[in-house]
DNA sequence: TCTTATGAAGGTCAAAGATAGTCAAACATA
DNA sequence: TATGTTTGACTATCTTTGACCTTCATAAGA
């Protein structure tokens, strides 16, 4: 497969977490690094290291300023209860997936269940008027969560 | 017989499968190599590698997008298969209900797993007009059920 | 010491570019 | 004529780029 310079930001990024739960990054100098340019480095964070995989993102301005990544260290039984509060807002085909992933990485779902979950809200079946597309997706989500957490109960 | 170009298409589709499971293509270069409009890879696809036939397409648009196409590794499962049958027509909730439970007990869906497919197409989660409903319904569960005959049985 | 100016970050957003999808009309063939 | 194929205009989605905006540390000036 082709990967795009954003792919490779984001591995870059990924493997640069692998060890520690932070990293502090220069913008400036990973679009040098990369050849590209500064705000490619937010589209890549704004896409990738979103609240549905785990990831905050913190930074400042100004001189001497900076980008921090963290992953986010959950509890295990935390994790539906933070899926859940992700469900309080629309969420497009790529956020979403990316939440099941999560989840999956976390045990909270195996790889069948988070592919037949990623099945049941893609685009293609969710073939409606786009505006309510992805607050449809959040409604089934929800739904779905809820019923985990149900039985976690028992 | 004369072949058409979508024939050669096919046959070339095919023959790249013969090794793998799935490949990985680009519409534009294919479009490219027969001579012909981008749409007609789609045509291709669309009419020869179809869930009933075993395949299943993936893509992705835009920068280093791409089509995938998959064998489908569990599509002589005959629950499955009636399953997908069904799915042509829409569903109301009960009905829906019945084929999970069906599949349930038939082993090919885990407790757990038809619990999660019952929430997500439960009038709750589809929260539209009641015409499109069960429709939407089918369309969920389409996917689903195409999602499962894709993947080895575990 | 306090205030202000300056330069060095990072942020936002919309346009342009790169793919793929849809659909219906035109065409071809049985 | 009915069915299957080819074409292209229009649409949808994801990535890349750049112009313009905001914030902050610190050096310069009062």
Same mark, same amino acid.
């Given at each position: 497969m082709n990967k795009s310079i954003s792919d490779l930001i984001e591995e870059f990024i990924m493997s640069s977490l692998d060890d520690d739960d932070f990293i502090e990054l220069s913008r400036n100098d990973l679009a040098k690094f990369f050849a590209c340019v500064p705000s490619q480095i937010n589209y890549v964070l704004n896409t990738r290291f979103t609240p549905s995989r785990g990831f905050v993102i913190e930074s400042q301005r100004g001189g001497s300023g900076y980008i921090k990544v963290i992953k986010m260290q959950n509890n295990n039984n935390n994790y539906l209860k933070n899926a859940l509060s992700l469900t309080d807002q629309p969420l497009n085909n790529m956020q979403a997936n990316q939440l099941l992933d999560e989840l999956n990485i976390r045990d909270v779902l195996t790889d069948r269940e988070s592919s037949i979950i990623k099945s049941a809200i893609n685009t293609k079946a969710l073939?409606?008027? &786009?505006? &309510?597309d992805n607050t449809l997706r959040s409604n089934i989500l929800k739904q779905i969560i809820i019923e985990l957490m149900k039985r976690e109960e028992e």
């Amino acid at each position: 497969m082709n990967k795009s310079i954003s792919d490779l930001i984001e591995e870059f990024i990924m493997s640069s977490l692998d060890d520690d739960d932070f990293i502090e990054l220069s913008r400036n100098d990973l679009a040098k690094f990369f050849a590209c340019v500064p705000s490619q480095i937010n589209y890549v964070l704004n896409t990738r290291f979103t609240p549905s995989r785990g990831f905050v993102i913190e930074s400042q301005r100004g001189g001497s300023g900076y980008i921090k990544v963290i992953k986010m260290q959950n509890n295990n039984n935390n994790y539906l209860k933070n899926a859940l509060s992700l469900t309080d807002q629309p969420l497009n085909n790529m956020q979403a997936n990316q939440l099941l992933d999560e989840l999956n990485i976390r045990d909270v779902l195996t790889d069948r269940e988070s592919s037949i979950i990623k099945s049941a809200i893609n685009t293609k079946a969710l073939n409606n008027p &786009i505006n &309510i597309d992805n607050t449809l997706r959040s409604n089934i989500l929800k739904q779905i969560i809820i019923e985990l957490m149900k039985r976690e109960e028992e």
